[in-house]
């Protein structure tokens, strides 16, 4: 049930569903997100059913401003407080003791909690509705089933769940991978998660270099080794290994071989279907997830693309291409 934010009747609709405990699927920048109310764990309950994620898997909290990451949080770390002021409402999810008796369920029983201020205009217009019903906040992993791509269209979601689920439409996301995520709970602060953020605007606005994780660090959504994976099974090859393997199929390729890389060499199959890897990150990541689930509609059965480069701003769109090649 795919619905037009711009009817003003949509977003008051949806946001008296999630203070019914209903589920609303709804876009951000980074990917579209499975929401129910935070602050009621039988409504959460509900997304890890439809998504068929473990309990104890980690959601993020998305909230309407800095203020209503207090609701969540038993304390804000000076830290987290600079992260706030430098990227939200942005595409990062800080990682924050959590209050006690409110978003267990989201936490996924830890002491801590994943929070969020996304930017994008109907997530806010939908939280900021929501609060107003008595919605602290709307807890929102990816509106995807557990481990699968993340969606970037509203279309996506709905190809996913079917027509019973209420999702708004906002377009295509402009960031198009998930936001990276910081544990601000320790020393220094740990990236645990990637995104289009580099290491170093996260270090600038924190003050401090970010620490490697390690064995104490807090679960959070997205660090599973396999991830983000299409039903095709994916290889990530250098750019090399690629060519040389493209060139040795020459006109023998089978037509179920999908590619993400440069421009292919002379000779390929015509049968090989081909996107070409966008020369900016940023580019590459608003595309990902789009490709890899167009690769799967049109049936492709292995998928090989090209190690993007060891760059900084490369970062998360390869920790999102290793994560699916290890499924």
């Known amino acids: ?93 800080i990682i924050v003791p959590r209050a006690a008796g409110i978003g267990t369920a989201a936490a996924g029983g830890q002491p801590t909690i994943g929070l969020r201020c996304p930017s994008h205009p109907v997530a806010r217009a939908l939280l900021r509705a929501a609060r107003q019903s008595g919605v602290a906040g709307v807890a929102a992993p990816s509106a995807n089933r557990f481990g699968r791509i993340s969606p970037t ?84 090859m250098p750019a090399a290994q690629l060519r040389t393997a493209l060139q040795v199929l020459g006109t023998a390729a089978a037509p179920k071989l999908a590619v993400y890389s440069s421009p292919l060499p002379a000779g390929t199959g015509a049968g090989v279907l081909h996107r070409a890897m966008p020369a900016r990150a940023a580019d590459a990541a608003r595309e990902l997830f789009s490709v890899l689930r167009a690769f799967d509609a049109e049936g492709a059965q292995l998928i090989w693309v090209e190690e993007p480069p060891p760059t900084p701003e490369w970062e998360g769109v390869r920790d999102r291409l290793r994560r699916a090649a290890a499924s």
């Open 1 to 93: 049930m795919i619905l037009d934010p711009a009817d003003p009747a949509v977003v008051p609709r949806a946001a008296a569903a999630l203070a019914a405990g209903e589920l609303v699927a709804f876009p951000t920048e980074t990917v579209y997100g499975l929401g129910a109310r935070a602050d009621d764990d039988a409504a959460v309950a509900k997304i890890f059913r439809a998504k068929g994620r473990p309990a104890d898997h980690p959601l993020i909290v998305h909230v309407a401003d800095a203020e209503g990451a207090r609701a969540f949080a038993a304390q804000v770390p000076a830290v987290a407080v600079r992260l706030v002021a430098a990227f939200w409402p942005g595409p990062l999810t």
């Open 153 to 236: 269209l509203a279309q996506h979601v709905a190809d996913e769940f079917g027509g019973v689920l209420m999702v708004l439409d906002g377009g295509a996301c402009p960031v198009g991978i998930e936001s990276s995520i910081v544990d601000c709970t320790g020393g220094r602060p740990v990236l645990l998660r990637p995104g289009v953020l580099t290491r170093a605007q996260i270090e600038a606005a924190a003050g401090e270099p970010l620490a490697d994780p390690h064995g104490d660090v807090p679960r959070a959504p997205g660090t599973l080794e396999a991830h983000y994976a299409p039903r095709a099974t994916l290889r990530l």
